[in-house]
């Protein structure tokens, strides 16, 4: 059955996560995962199978990094929750460090208990 505690834990995950992502932290980014991860983007799927495959290169290479300051969570809605895992529907914006959008975009993010602690194992994103 799900929980309100399940639910409540995978949010503080993602919270931790955008936190950690708009701070560009990757050693923090990657603490809110679980490996191996996936991130479905662009026609493909790429996985990260431990902690040191993961960097944030490819997004501070991207069209949308020239301008941004911090990424905010816009949505987050409960697909399906377990006791082990919730799936999220989310937006989020990239914002400007005036707030302005640069982008929104739609996106799954699959979090996980594994080993007692809650971490984000998956996501299928319309971000580049």
Do not use: C
Not at 11 to 17: G, I, K, P, S, Y
Not at 77 to 88: L, S
Request: proline content about 3%; aromatic content about 14%; cysteine-free.
């Amino acid at each position: 059955m799900p929980t309100q505690s399940s639910i409540d834990a995978a949010m503080v995950a993602l919270d931790a996560f955008m936190a950690a992502f708009s701070a560009q932290d990757v050693e923090a980014v990657r603490a809110t995962f679980h490996f191996p991860h996936a991130r479905f983007h662009d026609g493909k799927v790429t996985l990260f199978i431990n902690a040191d495959d993961f960097s944030m290169g490819f997004f501070l290479a991207s069209a949308d990094a020239r301008e941004w300051a911090r990424s905010v969570w816009d949505e987050r809605r409960v697909i399906h929750a377990g006791p082990d895992k919730v799936h999220f529907d989310t937006q989020f914006s990239r914002l400007r460090a005036d707030g302005s959008v640069i982008a929104t975009y739609r996106s799954i993010y699959i979090v996980t208990r594994i080993d007692g602690r809650w971490g984000i194992q998956g996501r299928s994103s319309f971000a580049p």
